[in-house]
């Protein structure tokens, strides 16, 4: 079964740091775009970070750019979101996702989820 797992979520105080990872099995994700998305309660889901196969290419939300950094070994290493400096518009469940394209944002178009992990932050 393909499966990607997040890790790392947990509870912070406002500006704090967490370390999210998003490790796979069933196929090697070597050669997909990788992605985190966000879901708070009663909100859409949001794009927040992307980094290309290579890993070369990194896009962000803009509300992020600066304070989170997602990054990812080409030797299948697990894909990490660095989230620093965290704000209390930032608590939500994140989903590591991975897709075909580096050049969308739409949640559609990523046909490989994980199933979240948690984060708060109090305020």
């Known amino acids: 079964q393909v499966q990607l797992v997040e890790s790392g979520g947990g509870s912070v105080q406002a500006g704090g740091s967490l370390r999210l990872s998003c490790a796979a099995s069933?196929?090697?994700?070597?050669?997909?775009?990788m992605a985190w998305f966000r879901k708070a309660p009663g909100k859409e889901r949001e794009f927040v970070a992307m980094?290309?196969?290579?890993?070369?290419?990194?896009t962000y939300l803009g509300s992020v750019k600066g304070r989170f950094t997602i990054s990812r070994d080409k030797a299948e290493n697990p894909v990490v979101l660095q989230m620093n400096s965290l704000k209390p518009e930032d608590p939500a469940v994140y989903y590591c996702?991975?897709?075909?394209?580096?050049?969308?944002?739409?949640?559609?178009?990523?046909?490989?989820w994980g199933q979240g992990t948690q984060v708060t932050v109090s305020s």
């Open positions: 996702a991975a897709g075909m394209s580096y050049f969308t944002r739409r949640s559609e178009d990523f046909p490989y």
């Open positions: 980094i290309n196969s290579i890993g070369g290419l990194t």
């Open positions: 069933g196929r090697s994700f070597g050669n997909y775009a």
